[in-house]
């Protein structure tokens, strides 16, 4: 008789609309508040920001496609913590300076196991 694995499912962690993260950099680190996006494939940082704290270098450069139309950005591979979890994650570098928020997360960071509650503050 086989036995059967029995797979530890990892509790999903309920977050906000809105999140605090930590961006570790290649010699600082920085909190911000980042905004939540599930319509969002990709994570996002702004460029000023992500200069400012040596992440990088670009690892590769994808289309983008947004309200505002397609556009080639870069990709850098970084070390951040979002919700307690310390983990490298993928984030399309851009001009995020006329935004609220530096630093979006989408679903590739979402879908590691998170639940958006809009009215958690």
Do not use: C, Q, W
Not at 1 to 22: D, H, Q, R, Y
Not at 70 to 89: C, G, H, Q, W, Y
């Amino acid at each position: 008789m086989a036995k059967k694995k029995a797979k530890a499912k990892k509790e999903k962690k309920i977050i906000g609309l809105v999140e605090p993260i930590t961006l570790i950099g290649e010699t600082t680190k920085k909190k911000v508040i980042a905004k939540i996006d599930t319509g969002a494939d990709k994570s996002s940082i702004d460029m000023k920001l992500a200069a400012e704290l040596k992440l990088g270098p670009v690892v590769k450069t994808s289309l983008i496609k947004s309200a505002s139309g397609s556009l080639v950005r870069p990709i850098i591979r970084t070390e951040v913590v979002f919700a307690n979890d310390k983990m490298k994650v993928y984030f399309t570098v851009a001009d995020r300076t006329h935004m609220k928020y530096r630093v979006l997360i989408g679903k590739n960071i979402l879908k590691k196991g998170f639940l958006i509650d809009p009215s958690k503050d």
